[in-house]
């Protein structure tokens, strides 16, 4: 089992930064690609950015892309998503998610249907 907590929202001017992080406990294998994604009100579930433990370049959504960074920290068990630049269109729960399918290591779904485990979300929240 694999247990997810996300930390570091909030509300933040158009233009501004956040940083959130992603606490992963339990049995992570360095196989499974760790993911953000988001939801805003209305909207489905859409997929932000995804990195592999195990090291790989990351993956990111065209919507923010050079403006989010995804880093992880094999030490601590943690998963971040720099946030820069932020947009009002950026507003959504984001939530941290892991991926145990054995891809191959270059590949990353963007398919929140593949990612079997998740964090309860954290609500960011840009205003203009």
């Known amino acids: 089992q694999v247990q997810l907590v996300e930390s570091g929202g909030g509300l933040v001017q158009a233009g501004g930064s956040l940083r959130l992080s992603c606490a992963a406990s339990g049995r992570i294998l360095s196989t499974y690609a760790m993911g953000w994604f988001r939801q805003a009100p209305g909207k489905e579930r859409e997929f932000v950015a995804a990195?592999?433990?195990?090291?790989?370049?990351?993956n990111y959504a065209d919507s923010v892309k050079g403006r989010f960074t995804i880093s992880r920290n094999n030490t601590k068990n943690t998963v971040c998503l720099q946030m820069n630049s932020l947009k009002t269109e950026d507003t959504a729960v984001y939530y941290c998610?892991?991926?145990?399918?054995?891809?191959?290591?270059?590949?990353?779904?963007?398919?929140?249907?593949?990612?079997?485990?998740w964090g309860q979300g954290t609500q960011v929240t840009v205003s203009s």
């Open positions: 990195i592999r433990w195990s090291g790989g370049s990351p």
């Open positions: 998610a892991a991926d145990p399918s054995l891809w191959s290591s270059s590949y990353y779904s963007r398919k929140a249907d593949d990612y079997d485990y």
